[in-house]
């Protein structure tokens, strides 16, 4: 399956700045260079090394997006953790990784996923150019908004749901992914 990149408004490329990186099962405050590299995993392949991320994988297999996600790119990936699909009301996740809800789980992992590489800093840049906040469109066509406050960058949803980025920048061969504690869902 191949999604076709939407254009975000005023997407800035990625830069060499530090970084947080992943590592095991928890995040780890280690710095790395940004950037997307020419080698070395991808988006997909770089959230299965992560234990805390194994929800998003399994969502991410069920509604068949491993090829879109291992494409090209780039993309910027916002990857909510177990526990942000913990949060989500009880029997949510079993019922959205079933086959009859593939279209509707493709729409949520979709309204995560950005069209092009944008850094922390470069979401930080773009909110405070705007007023404070950036809009981004994302591969399901909706539209996230992106601030920083308090030293933190969040992002909203549509709906006023909001994630706050734990572990930003981390450099893949596709993209970039920030991991956010709660899981955006689309209108």
């Known amino acids: 399956m191949i999604l076709k990149p939407l ?32 080698t070395g995993p991808n988006i997909v392949e770089t959230a299965m090394d992560v234990d805390a991320l194994s929800t998003l994988v399994a969502a991410v297999k069920a509604a068949e997006l491993v090829e879109a ?11 909510p953790t177990n526990d942000a699909f913990g949060a989500l009301p009880a029997g949510t996740v079993e019922s959205l990784l079933e086959p009859a809800n593939k279209d509707k789980l493709s729409k949520i992992l979709t309204a995560h996923v950005v069209s ?8 930080i840049a773009l909110a405070e150019a705007n007023g404070g906040e950036a809009e981004v469109t994302t591969l399901s066509g909706d539209t996230l ?6 030293g933190k960058v969040y992002v909203k949803d549509e709906n006023g749901g909001k994630a706050m980025v734990a ?16 899981v955006l869902l689309p209108n």
């Open 167 to 182: 572990t930003a920048d981390v450099a893949t061969s596709n993209g970039v992914v920030h991991v956010v504690d709660a």
């Open 69 to 79: 996600l291992s494409g090209d790119g780039p993309f910027t990936v916002f990857a």
């Open 7 to 38: 254009i975000a408004a005023a997407l800035l490329s990625t830069t060499a700045i530090a970084a947080p990186a992943l590592a095991g099962d928890k995040y780890k405050t280690e710095t790395k260079v940004m950037g997307a590299t020419e």
């Open 116 to 123: 092009g590489s944008l850094d922390a800093a470069s979401v």
């Open 145 to 150: 908004i992106a601030y920083a406050e308090d």
